[in-house]
């Protein structure tokens, strides 16, 4: 069996058929190792035009024309199309092959076989489509054994490892299982002797450089995605690597290897079933924590079954709010791994849990002590928008949706961490629209949440009206907008030079835009009530929009 699937050259001439016709090679000697993927008769000058490549082509050789030059330029036609040989049969047309069609095959390098017996071109078909046809039923045979063997493999409690060692040592050659974005998962390698290939070092040589990811794989590897059952971003979950180490890659192997990838992608589905609930399973504990459903005295217990183990310092409540738009779809368990794997760097214990349906993920993580707030937030909330971008859920925010908000909380023991988790969920809540930030301090935006939590009152929405509804109504019909600069101003406490600076205004301009908002609010905006007032109006309007 050859490269391709089908027989050799050398094997057809040796069938029965084309043996009664007593062949002769008289060009090509050195190449019949060609594979046959096919068997096409014809006797047309153009035949060249009706073939794929890989055929054994038979013919008395009418159509090869009666002048050197048609001859040569027929022999090298079917060589640029890249049958395998070309087969004459010897009789009224030619009583033996003329020395333009020989040194057109020699120097085209096509084999060229004479058969000095007639014989029947449909006989010969039937043989060697019956050979091509056994050998690929042969190769599904060995293909279909690597898939039992897997399948052997996990039913006797083994994973992804067995798997890829199964696969490794039927190829003869290291298997990788890579990412869908080719970072590398697993590594198998075959043999055991001290002549045996580390596969991590070959991977580093052919595939561990972003530059020879990006290249493509290298010539001969065999590249199967393995499928997450989802579009789009979920169509691949990873991507089975193999790589010609040690010998060539056979049809037989690829065949193996995507049946191989259809197991490894139950391993992978029911890995990530069971990392999701037990990611949700710890978003309900904190759930419940943060409700008072789970006492302080019994949290430390429940935590530690879940692999919590915090020591005697503070407790750190950190809850992501994900846009409504990015829940409760997306790849949860990919989110999750996605995150714990960037803390591992951050280097304090972590408790970390999904509640999708509310877009949610709350953590708890265990300090040495308070002074460290502020750093250990700095890395938890690069590590968790890190994580979003790995999960794929992150791309939306460019498409419009509002970016994830991150607020973190008071430390303090396992009863503070209870009202300060439900405290964190909240403020995030009443955090999304404001301006983006790393992260946000769940003290600085008490008024934020009082605002939000009065957001269904009717007596909001009227305080918002009253305070700004007549500049609302000047810039839905009136240019420039007002409320920006209004905005601006608040922004800067009433600081007028810093105010211009920001919006790119002279002083004077500035000036008649803030007597004009004055007029139509019938306000002064030096007075620090109106200025209060306008602040909370402005802060309540993105609740009640």
């Not at 060609?34 to 038979?58: C, F, M, Q, Y």
């Not at 193999?242 to 992978?268: D, F, I, N, Q, T």
């Not at 406490?493 to 007029?519: D, F």
Request: glycine share 10%.
């Amino acid at each position: 069996m050859e490269t391709q699937g089908g027989i050799t050259v050398q094997r057809a001439i040796e069938l029965p058929a084309l043996r009664g016709g007593l062949p002769e090679v008289v060009a090509g000697a050195d190449r019949l190792n060609r594979t046959v993927r096919w068997v096409h008769a014809g006797e047309v000058p153009n035949i060249a035009s009706l073939l794929k490549g890989g055929e054994l082509l038979l013919t008395t050789g009418l159509g090869l024309g009666t002048r050197p030059a048609e001859q040569r330029a027929f022999v090298h036609r079917l060589a640029d199309r890249g049958i395998a040989a070309l087969v004459v049969e010897l009789g009224p047309r030619f009583t033996r092959l003329p020395a333009s069609i020989v040194e057109a095959a020699r120097t085209a390098g096509l084999p060229l076989i004479q058969l000095h017996r007639e014989v029947p071109f449909v006989s010969v078909t039937e043989e060697v489509h019956t050979e091509i046809v056994n050998g690929h039923y042969a190769l599904l045979q060995q293909a279909e054994e690597v898939y039992r063997q897997c399948t052997q493999a996990l039913l006797e409690g083994g994973g992804i490892p067995q798997v890829l060692r199964t696969l490794a040592d039927f190829t003869a050659n290291p298997v990788f299982l890579e990412t869908a974005d080719g970072r590398l998962l697993y590594a198998a390698g075959t043999g055991t002797g001290p002549a045996a290939a580390d596969p991590l070092q070959v991977w580093e040589g052919l595939r561990g450089q972003r530059s020879a990811r990006e290249a493509g794989p290298p010539s001969g590897s065999v590249l199967v995605d393995v499928p997450g059952g989802g579009l789009g971003a979920g169509a691949v979950r990873a991507r089975l690597v193999l790589l010609a180490a040690s010998g060539p890659l056979l049809p037989v192997h690829r065949m193996a290897a995507e049946r191989a990838a259809g197991v490894l992608a139950v391993v992978l589905m029911q890995a990530r079933q069971e990392e999701e609930l037990a990611a949700r399973g710890r978003g309900d504990f904190l759930t419940d924590l943060a409700q008072g459903r789970i006492t302080a005295d019994d949290a430390p217990a429940q935590a530690k079954v879940l692999g919590f183990r915090p020591g005697d310092g503070p407790l750190l409540p950190v809850v992501m709010r994900l846009a409504p738009e990015l829940s409760p779809s997306g790849n949860w368990a990919l989110l999750a791994r996605a995150v714990l794997e960037e803390l591992a760097s951050v280097g304090v214990p972590v408790l970390l849990g999904v509640r999708p349906v509310e877009g949610r993920v709350p953590l708890l993580l265990g300090l040495r002590s308070e002074s460290e707030r502020t750093a250990v937030a700095d890395r938890v909330a690069a590590a968790l928008r890190s994580g979003l971008e790995r999960a794929g859920m992150a791309g939306a925010a460019r498409a419009g949706v509002h970016p994830p908000v991150v607020v973190v909380g008071v430390p303090g023991g396992w009863a503070a961490a209870s009202a300060g988790l439900r405290h964190a969920a909240e403020t995030a809540a009443a955090a999304q629209g404001l301006p983006d930030r790393p992260w946000y301090d769940a003290r600085r935006l008490d008024i934020d949440l009082l605002l939000w939590r009065l957001r269904d009152h009717p007596d909001l929405a009227a305080f918002v009206g009253r305070a700004v509804g007549p500049l609302l109504e000047h810039d839905r019909t009136s240019r420039p907008p007002l409320l920006p600069t209004l905005q601006t101003f608040l922004a800067h406490a009433g600081r007028k030079a810093e105010t211009a600076r920001e919006l790119h205004l002279n002083r004077q301009t500035l000036y008649n835009r803030l007597a004009r908002i004055s007029e139509l609010l019938g306000t002064d905006l030096d007075d620090p009530q109106t200025v209060l007032a306008l602040s909370l109006a402005l802060r309540a309007r993105r609740h009640t929009l």
